[in-house]
């Protein structure tokens, strides 16, 4: 399923769970679910989330740099070793090959994303900021480099973020926090992920076993199709609840 179809099914969910379970929806709970909502595909390097942190053409263009700026400093150190050009032109040749097998954009990415959270966790720390804080930022760095649909899209990720924001709740006295996070984190996995042919590891890391309840192809026409279907059933859905209440 697209991220923005999770963003917008996160933002239903909390509706729908603010109705049902009488708790008060604020702003911040709203932004909270959201945010929960794509948060799983934070494990993949071009996500909807991955892409708001670090921008993908910015990147890019960070990629081009590191990679340009390795190979001059090899050909540069390689004649600085050895005088013959043409020796240090091949050391240089080779080198561009290696490493642009090795250091790939994508690999690139994850660094960046990584470095983003390792940095805000000690930024954190230096302003003396709670432990569950400095915690939330590690994890996250360590998101971009699971594998995709692995912990991420199970129930034990369900329970760490849940027990997370609940540390964060108390310390904040932000009312329903962690319900609405757990609602919107729930919804990406319940809601949409269930529901596409490659299904999700529920179970993971006890069980890599996929459970699917569809056969939707994520970016195929008719799966887009059928998304805005679900968004609108939803939609209904929450009409209809309010006209009973």
């Not at 998101?143 to 973020?161: D, E, G, N, Q, T």
């Not at 999700?200 to 279907?229: H, M, Q």
């Amino acid at each position: 399923m697209r991220g923005k179809t999770h963003f917008t099914i996160g933002i239903l969910a909390s509706l729908q769970a603010s109705i049902l379970f009488n708790k008060p929806l604020s702003l911040i709970n709203i932004a909270v679910c959201s945010v929960c909502s794509i948060l799983p595909d934070l494990d993949t390097s071009n996500s909807i989330i991955s892409n708001t942190i670090l921008n993908h053409n910015l990147s890019k263009k960070f990629y081009k740099f590191i990679i340009y700026f390795l190979d001059i400093l090899i050909f540069l150190i390689s004649i600085k070793i050895n005088d013959d050009f043409l020796v240090s032109s091949l050391v240089t040749f080779i080198a561009i090959i290696i490493l642009e097998a090795k250091i790939t954009h994508g690999f690139l990415r994850k660094l960046f994303l990584s470095l983003i959270f390792i940095l805000l966790a000690v930024c954190i720390y230096l302003i003396n900021g709670k432990f569950y804080f400095i915690l939330s930022s590690i994890i996250l760095a360590v998101f971009p480099w699971l594998k995709h649909r692995k912990l991420s899209h199970s129930l034990l990720a369900i329970l760490i973020l849940s027990f997370l924001l609940k540390q964060i709740e108390i310390l904040t006295n932000l009312s329903n926090l962690c319900f609405f996070g757990t609602i919107g984190y729930s919804s990406h996995l319940f809601l949409g992920d269930l529901f596409t042919k490659s299904g999700i590891p529920i179970f993971y890391p006890f069980s890599e076993r996929k459970f699917s309840l569809g056969f939707l192809r994520v970016g195929g026409a008719l799966s887009n199709f059928l998304e805005i279907v679900f968004v609108i059933f939803l939609v209904f859905i929450i009409i209809l609840t309010l006209i009973k209440l």
